[in-house]
Nanobody
Framework: VQLQASGGGLVQAGGSLRLSCAAS????????RGWFRQAPGKEREFVAG????????SVADSVKGRFTISRDVAKKTVYLQMNSLKPEDTAVYFC???????????????????WGQGTLVTVSS
C-alpha cells in the first residue's frame, strides 16, 4: 500500500493550492483518509479527514472555512483544497490512511497506519 502526496509549492498569502494524495495497492483496507501538517519546530497536527464512506468530514478549527477535503473514489485520490492561504499554513503536508471499519474521522495521529512522503507548502507574506 502506498500513498503519494503532491501539489505543494510556493504561493503568496491569499492564494490557493490543491493537494492530492493518490493511493495504490490494497486500498480496500483503508478507512479514514486524512491530511496532517508539520511546521518547522512544531509537532505534526491534524488538518482534515474524510471517513470511509465519504459521508463525514472533519476540518481543524485553524483551517475551517478555508480548507476543504474531498475524494475521487475511482481514482483512489483524496484532495485538500486550500484557499485564502496564510503564512502560518506553511508546513510539510502529509496524507495518511487508517484501517478503521467505523465511519468516523479520527483526528489522532497515532490512529493512522499508512503515510505518504509529504509535500511542502510555503506561503509568503
Amino acid at each position: 500500500v502506498q500513498l503519494q502526496a503532491s501539489g505543494g509549492g510556493l504561493v503568496q498569502a491569499g492564494g490557493s493550492l490543491r493537494l492530492s494524495c493518490a493511493a495504490s495497492g490494497r486500498t480496500f483496507i483503508f478507512g479514514t483518509r486524512g491530511w496532517f501538517r508539520q511546521a518547522p519546530g512544531k509537532e505534526r497536527e491534524f488538518v482534515a479527514g474524510i471517513s470511509r464512506s465519504g459521508g463525514r468530514t472533519s476540518v481543524a478549527d485553524s483551517v475551517k472555512g478555508r480548507f476543504t477535503i474531498s475524494r475521487d473514489v475511482a481514482k483512489k485520490t483524496v484532495y485538500l483544497q486550500m484557499n485564502s492561504l496564510k503564512p502560518e499554513d506553511t508546513a510539510v503536508y502529509f496524507c495518511a490512511a487508517d484501517r478503521s471499519d467505523s465511519d468516523f474521522v479520527d483526528t489522532r495521529e497515532y490512529a493512522y497506519d499508512y503515510w505518504g512522503q509529504g509535500t511542502l507548502v510555503t506561503v509568503s507574506s
